[in-house]
Structures are given as C-alpha cells and as structure tokens.
C-alpha cells in the first residue's frame, strides 16, 4: 500500500464513521437512512479508495437501496451462548481472528451471533444472510453486514443494558462483492436466516 492509497483508505473510514456518528443521533430514521444512501452513493462513485471495478464504476449511478421501513428496526439483548472461535483468511490483511460473544434473537428473523474482533483495536461484527441471497436481483450470496463497528458500521446501543440497534435498512454489502481482490469475512451458518430481508442494499443490478 503506497501512502496516497493509506491516506485515502483513511478519508474513507473518517467519513464512514462521521456518517454512522450523524446516523445515531438522528431522531428522523427516513431522513438518516437517505443521508447514509446518498454519503455511500458519493463515496463510491467519486472516493479513490471505492471498491467498485473500472467498468463498474462507469456505469454506476447509484447502490440498490429500498425506502426505509421501520418496521425493519430492533433493539435486541445480546444474550449468553456457547463459546465459538473462528479464523478468517482475508488475503489482504491475513487471518483475522473471531470470537462469538453472544447471540441476538430478531423477532420475525432469527437468532444471529455476535462476533467480537479479537485481533488490536477489537470491534463486534454481525453479519446476516437471508433468502433473498439465493434469487438472482436478491441480497448478496454471501451475506451482508449490521454491525462492523471497527470500521465505523455502528448503530449504538439500545435502552436496555447489554442490548444492540439492529436496523437491516443499514444492512449494506462488503467489498468483495464488487471486487474479487478482496476476500471478506462472510455469514456463517449462526448468521445465516430462513426469512427474506427485503430492506438494506441489494446486488445484482447494472447499476454496479
């Protein structure tokens, strides 16, 4: 990595964790949401450190992203569950160690774990993989992320202790899904639901 690409991998994190910052004080969710599409939309059609490819980026004239609906909205209590370990091989920043700290259980979803980081500067991660992965114009086949809040993805806490906001209108894809050259940690089985999720960014259409 030269230091014009680190410095600009750098702008791209500050913005991301200034919008989710804008997105957490928010009190009109509709509006955040459309800030958080447009700030993406922006970063990935004119950020140097987008993930989408030459062509792509051409033809590109906006992420796949519903109107928000609150219904989509929950806080949930990150509750006990059986110590798992997971080892991700990313190719670009090497093995990347997972630790589960719970699980949540998603009224009308499913459960989902909670993964922690466990590498320096740690982070809580939690992916998810609806139905709609299987259909072609659906979500991402391997999975989207809620929360990846050592890169900024953060919702905040709910009211109660120990709980988390998970919005699947803010479900948005990783960079592998528009760029090969990465390899992304992916939902696993504990993450993986039988519902379709049909909030949050989709793929599959010509505008990537």
Known sequence: MTPASALALLDWRRRVFAMYAE???????????????????????????????????????????PPYD????????????????????TGTDGVVPFDRIGVVDVPGVGELDVWKIAVYGGGV??????????????TYGGGR???????????GPGSAP?????????AYNPSCAYDPAWACP??????????????????????H
């Open 186 to 207: 992916l939902a696993q089985p504990g993450s993986t639901v039988a519902v379709e999720i049909p909030v949050g960014e989709r793929y599959g259409s010509p505008q």
């Open 23 to 65: 997105v957490r004080l928010a009190t009109d969710l509709p509006a955040a949401h459309d800030l958080w599409r447009r700030e993406r939309d922006s970063l990935f059609a004119e950020h140097p450190s987008s993930p989408l490819l030459a062509d792509d980026l051409a033809a590109f004239t906006g992420l796949r992203v």
């Open 125 to 138: 991660f939690v992916p998810v993989k609806d139905a709609l992965s299987r259909l072609a114009g659906g």
């Open 162 to 170: 120990r709980s988390l906001v998970l919005d699947f209108n803010f």
């Open 70 to 89: 609150p219904a989509w909205r929950f806080e949930v209590e990150v509750q006990a569950a059986e110590e798992k370990h997971m080892d991700f091989e």
């Open 145 to 155: 992320y809620l929360l990846d809040t050592i890169k900024g993805a953060d919702l």
